[in-house]
């Protein structure tokens, strides 16, 4: 188990890989990336404005989208965010939602360390 492992597990993750192939990986990580930050603010907004359903919704998108790529981490979070949206405990969710900027950055840096130890795409010229 590497570093990454504590918040990507990095088998799912190569597993994604064999399933997409390598440009799938690497597309789907570039585009799980590029609306990371975006699903986090959602979660947040959802937090501070009290809306249990726009939290599920947000919570699920995190988790499903997490768990496809082997994001252990977000995808607990998210599904923890979910339990409480459901069980109306919006209080309890406040330190959650704090806590997700900083998951959200280490999955991040574990995800491009990941793809960079892959070795790159072979081209026809």
Known sequence: ????????????????GADTGEAGLRSFVAAYLGLLAGRVTRIRQAVAGGDACELWT?????????????????????????????SDEMAATRALAQELDVLAGRTADGLRA???AMPPLCQDH
């Open 114 to 116: 990941l793809l960079a």
């Open 1 to 16: 188990m590497n570093i990454c492992d504590c918040i990507i597990d990095s088998a799912a993750f190569r597993a994604f």
């Open 58 to 86: 947000a919570a699920a998108s995190l988790a499903a989208s997490s768990s496809m790529i082997g994001a252990l981490g977000l995808a607990a979070e998210g599904r923890r965010l979910q339990e409480l949206a459901d």
